[in-house]
């Protein structure tokens, strides 16, 4: 897979599996994360709705990525609980919107669909760089993905300089205060914590580099 290959459903698949297995071996960081200052259920929230996501993909029949990220979309709305269901959720939809009608993303549509879906979760919670939130793992991630990806590197490359940005925003919200979600409850107290949304966002773009950069090894 170059720079201009094409990804299809099998890789997009891949990485919702590789996900759902990151969401299980950190279910007790994420939830002990949130203990600290949120309500203690992200790990088992998100471990929850990806596990769905798991069980539909093995009947996933369709070839229209618009569709799949959509269902994956639909899923975590119906299935995630507290704040991070409509979150997760709108970041597939909007990225199912992107992608309606395609079969296969060049790498800067797959860029141009994820920058969607983060812009959707920023208006849908109103949230900003700084707020404390998972934001603060993807805005930074998307800025180095579409640079990465305009100075002419691979997918696989560029998604590797995300997940480094990616990790550098959630390590960067140990020191805020939180201004949105339960944690804005605490005020300064939120400071000296690592945000459970922001680790969770993290570890979306890290399976997504392993699945694109596996399949990018397979097809050399």
């Known amino acids: 897979m170059t720079s201009t290959s094409m990804l299809g459903i099998t890789v997009l698949i891949d990485w919702m599996q590789r996900y759902a297995d990151k969401i299980t071996e950190h279910e007790p960081l994420l939830t002990a994360l949130d203990a600290e200052i949120g309500d203690a259920d992200h790990g088992i929230n998100m471990q929850r709705g990806f596990e769905e996501v798991r069980m539909r993909l093995v009947h996933e029949r369709t070839d229209d990525l ?3 990220f959509k269902s994956v979309g639909m899923t975590l709305l119906s299935k995630v609980g507290g704040a991070s269901g409509p979150l997760y959720g709108t970041l597939f939809l909007r990225m199912g919107m992107v992608a309606a009608g395609k079969r296969t993303l060049t790498p800067t549509e797959f860029a141009s669909a994820v920058a969607a879906g983060v812009e959707g979760i920023r208006q849908r919670g109103s949230a900003r760089p ?3 939130t998972m934001v603060d793992a993807l805005t930074p991630a998307i800025i180095a993905l579409h640079q990465a ?3 002419g590197a691979t997918l696989c490359a560029a998604l590797q300089a995300a997940a480094i940005a990616g990790e550098a925003g959630m390590k960067a919200t140990i020191p805020m ?5 339960r944690a804005s409850y605490l005020g300064p107290r939120s400071i000296g914590h690592q945000d459970p949304g922001a680790t969770s966002a993290f570890l979306l ?3 997504a580099a392993e699945s694109i950069c596996a399949a990018e090894a397979h097809d050399s």
């Open 66 to 68: 618009g569709a799949f």
């Open 130 to 132: 700084g707020d404390k």
């Open 149 to 151: 990806l305009d100075d």
């Open 177 to 181: 205060q939180a201004y949105k979600g």
């Open 205 to 207: 773009i890290q399976s």
